[in-house]
């Protein structure tokens, strides 16, 4: 019998990575740019942000370059000792749904939030974080992204849904996955890679997000829900 293909993430420092995370963003940027950094967006600075915020990524990159190198080594050892697990729970979520194959990397990042790349199967994650409740949120943050990667996929493939991001004229799908992730990490199904911490959805997903959530409650089925948001039906 053929082995199951589970991705394995490679966890990465790359400077040019965290570029384009930075300098291509545009939904939520005050809160997206790294501590300290929002004067950037201020009239005497936003026409030379990319200037001043690509020096500063490059300074911070060689003077942190320890951190920044020991935040991969932890995240990847934390994650090899949980994947098998998340693994797992995405096999019961999605009814054994084969993983999109690809070139799976998380690159750390000092941005506060992070964003995912479904094609390129890349997403960013944080720094170690010596905060108390917080000292895992990279794993948090990991397996949020990975629910997407395999998330896009199902639903395009056995669903035919047809994929949209944020930015999106018609982002209803965009906001379906975030939701879903939602009601995924504050189930008791997921309570070991939610920390104890809850899960918010974004102000503008609100609306579904309720919508969603009275099916959800009822039988937690990923494909029931799916075909009631999305009046779709099974081939």
Request: hydrophobic share 35%; glycine share 4%.
């Amino acid at each position: 019998m053929k082995q199951k293909y589970y991705p394995k993430v490679k966890f990465k420092i790359d400077l040019e990575a965290e570029k384009k995370f930075i300098l291509n963003r545009q939904r939520n940027l005050q809160k997206f740019l790294p501590a300290g950094m929002a004067f950037v967006l201020r009239d005497e600075f936003i026409k030379n942000k990319d200037q001043i915020l690509s020096a500063y990524l490059e300074t911070y990159y060689f003077d942190q370059k320890k951190q920044l190198h020991q935040s991969v080594l932890n995240t990847t050892k934390k994650w090899e000792q949980v994947s098998q697990d998340f693994f797992k729970k995405v096999d019961k979520l999605f009814s054994g749904w084969a993983w999109p194959k690809g070139n799976y990397r998380g690159y750390v990042s000092i941005a506060r939030s992070h964003p995912r790349f479904i094609k390129e199967k890349m997403f960013s994650f944080p720094m170690i974080n010596y905060r108390p409740g917080r000292e895992d949120i990279d794993l948090r943050i990991t397996a949020h992204e990975m629910l997407h990667f395999i998330e896009y996929d199902y639903f395009e493939k056995k669903f035919g849904l047809i994929p949209s991001e944020c930015n999106s004229v018609d982002n209803f799908f965009w906001q379906f996955t975030e939701n879903l992730n939602v009601l995924i990490e504050n189930s008791d199904f997921w309570s070991h890679f939610s920390l104890g911490l809850t899960s918010e959805p974004y102000p503008d997903c609100k609306k579904l997000y309720n919508k969603m959530k009275k099916i959800w409650d009822k039988d937690q089925s990923i494909d029931n829900l799916v075909m009631k948001i999305f009046q779709v039906k099974l081939g």
